[in-house]
């Protein structure tokens, strides 16, 4: 990784915003390590886990909606030079659904902007996007730079909600063109408390996948999201960066890595499929989301390497390894198992799946995904 970059103003007293979040707190405890830092603020709706508050250190809380009308006085009684925006939320979820995401996602981040950008003592605000603002069609190109445009608009969902706050981020820039400001486009984070679409599929023994797609993903570690985002709050060069890891896979290679096996479903019948399979259900999967597992979506990071000065340290298939290592994911054990699990489905779902049992297993068998018969009979 190369974190080095031309010499900016240095951040000396930081609020994170979204402090309670994996993210956040886990930068929280990486700026306090940072001698040059001074203060460091942390600001969340919702308490930490004690877990989280561990990695927070001896940091200074404020417990407070992004919404309240208090945060501006807050950031310029703590001399706060730099702002970073760890609390959107990347999937729909999170408790309360759809619209209690959209609540936060947009208003709250209104309100977080609309606080720098009337405190003077601001100078850098730091956003984590996604690539969720490139959204996902057939339309698309092989890679998303910066520069490009979602080829369809979102209509609504998690891509509209960040790209309207990135929006909004922009438009304090033109207000405040003191304000440094970088805007990190990241990928699933797959390990993180908030679940994603592709994490929940690589769970369940059958994954359900939409028949005649295979879309290709990007991945992106947490140590990767970390540092690239200390890396952005610490003075590298402000611009808008997509922040992923080398390396594409398609999503049915992701499973089988896993050691489990697509199902493949239509469309209107990949709901009733996942609620079936999956452990979380995928119960708020939204149409944007299933755009995503129909056309996938990659990015170039060119300008992340040579403009921003950062290299990850995983790729996306090593990043996919460490999840898979530690979610404790269970692999496919045996061909009675799959039958087990078929049990549960309509009768011509199971049929079709069945019939090309042997040809999926035998390349589970050949990845080394299916233990030795001899294991199977063991108690």
């Known amino acids: 990784m190369n974190t080095e970059a031309p010499d900016r103003r240095p951040a000396r007293a930081v609020a994170v ?37 561990r990695r927070m250190r001896d940091a200074e ?15 310029r009684e703590a001399g706060i030079d730099t702002v970073v925006h760890v609390g959107l939320h990347h999937t729909d979820f999170a408790p309360g659904g759809r619209a209690a995401v959209k609540e936060a996602n947009i208003m709250g981040s209104m309100h977080v902007i609309a606080a720098c950008g009337r405190a003077a003592t601001v100078t850098r605000f730091v956003l984590v996007s996604s690539t969720a603002v490139y959204g996902s069609s057939g339309l698309d190109p092989a890679m998303f730079s910066e520069d490009m445009a979602a080829r369809r608009q979102p209509s609504g969902g998690i891509p509209l909600d960040h790209s309207s706050v990135e929006g909004y981020v922009r438009g304090m820039s033109r207000k405040r063109p003191d304000i440094d400001v970088t805007i990190l486009r990241i990928p699933a984070i797959l390990g993180l408390p908030e679940p994603t679409v592709v994490g929940e599929l690589l769970l369940p023994s059958l994954s359900p996948v939409l028949a005649g797609y295979d879309p290709r993903i990007q991945l992106l570690h947490p140590q990767d999201a970390l540092d690239a985002l200390l890396h952005a709050t610490m003075g590298a060069t402000p611009g808008t960066y997509n922040i992923a890891a080398d390396g594409v896979l398609t999503l049915t290679q992701a499973i089988r890595r896993a050691g489990h096996v697509p199902l493949p479903v239509m469309p209107q019948m990949f709901k009733l499929a996942a609620r079936l399979l999956s452990s979380q259900g995928l119960r708020a999967i939204g149409s944007s989301q299933l755009r995503y597992l129909r056309y996938g979506r990659t990015v170039d990071t060119t300008r992340m390497r040579i403009e921003f000065g950062f290299t990850p340290r995983y790729t996306t298939e090593e990043a996919l390894h460490a999840y898979l290592v530690d979610s404790g994911a269970e692999p496919l054990i045996t061909r009675s198992s799959l039958e087990r699990k078929t049990a549960r489905l309509p009768r011509p779902v199971a049929s079709r799946l069945r019939a090309g049992l042997d040809s999926t297993l035998d390349e589970l068998e050949s990845l080394g995904a299916v233990p030795d018969p001899i294991q199977e009979e063991a108690p």
């Open 17 to 53: 915003v979204g402090g309670s979040r994996y993210l956040g707190a886990h930068l929280v405890g990486m700026l306090l390590r940072d001698d040059s830092v001074e203060h460091v603020l942390a600001i969340d709706s919702a308490k930490p886990s004690p877990q989280h508050r």
């Open 61 to 75: 809380f404020v417990r407070l909606d992004p919404q309240s009308p208090r945060l501006q006085g807050i950031l």
